[in-house]
């Protein structure tokens, strides 16, 4: 088969109009990627597009992941059996609200590294992760027979830099690794990231928008000059949240739906998002403007799906307008999917995270202290610790290059948090023990995903900690990814006011969806079964956690909750209704 980019997208030679939506393969659990899918389906589009999240394969440097929820192929195998073409975006940069836009954190420990740019080490490192990544793939387009039309080059990379050269490596290097199938760019609109962000002799530029097609329509038409398909590569039709925000972002079904009008009427669309999904465990970015602004773990974006898998009103709006260029499918949905209110749990044990840190990691000894990255971690936390001597007054206490969050502790006990922009700020300490220990537990919040601070995105401490003025030595750092919580020692001491861990069982009957309200809670994340569900925190907007029921089993399953600010409650409630606040 064929598809062509000339004035128009053709298919096996006749025009072909690409309705598409997005489904990121990553935050869905894969026993429900063929629900999505057919659900998609039957909304009338024929296409799916998903990113491509480098940092879920390569997790380590060299360590490659294609199985379980990360078997790509397989998603996009499912994606064909339901009768859906792909748009696949293998980055290496995706951006998407996702844990440093994709890219993997030990990146960062070239301290010469230049992100997105035709930097050779960088350069090096991808072309190591497409010898990986695309034979997963290149056999699946549709010139073989599989269902990939089309596939992009970077990721709005207008919005970041103008390196026309790494651009072009980028395309090379993918059509070098066997890419036949078109390939597209897609940017904003508006102020160069056009100019920037294209390639058009070798790619096909598309716009990422969410209103005013009509006019920005009319900008893509002149820059492409000659008759060329106008697509949309993300229509935006809601927005995501972050810890903090008043409230869960939704937006107008009527104003979407006039906007989808207006972009069939002219050209093609991929839908962003179909269906959001789940920031599952610690994989949720952050934005930097003013001040961080770190995701939440629901990406439901108020998307025609929700982060359950709900049909909305937005999705029959939609599926009424897409109807008037496409025959509707019928077909019965192949998942059974119930939704289930298991009620209260009582916890069955806690413990200090102190009591039990050396069943958790081995301390590292340093004079002074070591990044996340330098300790070779991508994410969760980092406890620091040092003796800091006689009791006596500290006019100049400082954490110096520090990020994100840190709870500090003396003797165990906890001091104050500083968060953000509180961090470096200098403060006064009073040591009243005969001999004191400092603590701090810096928690990675997410890298940011967006703009000019992805070059800034080390985590724990870099530089180091001010007592009296002066950097102060000798520290032990405990790493903690937090994905062996299988050797909590649950026998240990807890201390109110500690971070600590609690344990509940959940005998389970019949399995279903259901929803993990923590009331009373302060901060921290949840585990079922040594899954990573992902984290909580009071300030909202999300109050509950959504379980989906293939992380169940029938019979007893384990939950566990770490807190970190010494705010615990002494039961979970799990309900079949979300609250996304």
Known sequence: MSFEIKDEFYLEGKPFKVISGSIHYFRVVPEY????LEKLRLLGCNTVETYVAWNKHEPNEGEYDFSGGNDLRRFIQIAQEVGLYVILRPAPYICAEWEFGGLPYWLLQDPKMKLRFSYGPFMEKIQRYFDQLLPQVTDLQITHGGPILMMQVENEYGSYAND?????????????KGVVVPLVTSDGPWHDMLDNGTIPDIAL??????????KWFD?????????????????????????GDEHHHTTSVEAAAKELRDILTEGSVNIYMFHGGTNFGFTSGANYYEKLAPDVTSYDYDALLTEWGD???????????????????EFALSTKIVKKAYGKLQA???????????????????????????????TGYVYYKSAIGAPRHIEDFRLISC??????????????????QEIGVSQKIELTAESNELGILVENMGRVNYSVKMNHQHKGIKDGVIV??????????????????????????????????????????????????????????????????????????????????????????????????????????????????
């Open 348 to 378: 069955k044990d806690r413990v200090s995270l102190f009591s039990t840190l050396d069943k958790l990691a081995e301390p590292v000894k340093s004079p002074y202290p070591l990044s996340m990255e330098a300790l070779n971690q991508a």
């Open 205 to 214: 530029p598309t716009i990422n928008c969410g209103s005013d097609i009509k």
């Open 468 to 581: 009296n003025g002066a950097y102060r030595a000798d520290w032990e750092m405990y790493s903690l990814p937090m994905d062996n919580l299988e050797q909590v020692d649950f026998s240990g001491d807890y201390l109110s006011g500690q971070p600590s861990f609690t344990r509940f069982e959940l005998e389970v009957g019949e399995v279903g969806d259901t929803f993990i309200e923590l009331t009373g809670w302060g901060k921290g994340f949840v585990t079922v079964n040594g899954f990573n569900l992902g984290r909580f925190w009071e300030v909202g907007p999300q109050k509950r956690l959504y379980l989906p029921g293939p992380l169940l089993k029938s019979g007893k399953n384990e939950i566990i909750v770490f807190e970190s600010d010494g705010k615990v409650g002494e039961s979970i409630t799990f309900f079949d209704q979300p609250d996304l606040g």
């Open 311 to 329: 049909i909305t009103p937005k999705y029959q709006a939609f599926q009424e307008i897409i109807a008037q260029y496409t025959e509707l499918p």
């Open 33 to 36: 990627w063929r629900d999505r």
């Open 164 to 176: 026309k050269k790494y651009l072009r490596q980028m395309a090379q290097l993918m059509r070098d």
């Open 219 to 243: 900008v893509l038409r002149k820059f492409h000059g000659t008759k060329k398909p106008l697509m949309v590569m993300e229509f935006w039709i809601g927005w995501f949240d972050a810890w």
């Open 403 to 420: 990020m994100d969050r840190a709870n500090i502790f003396v003797n165990e006990s906890l001091l104050m948090t500083q968060y953000d």
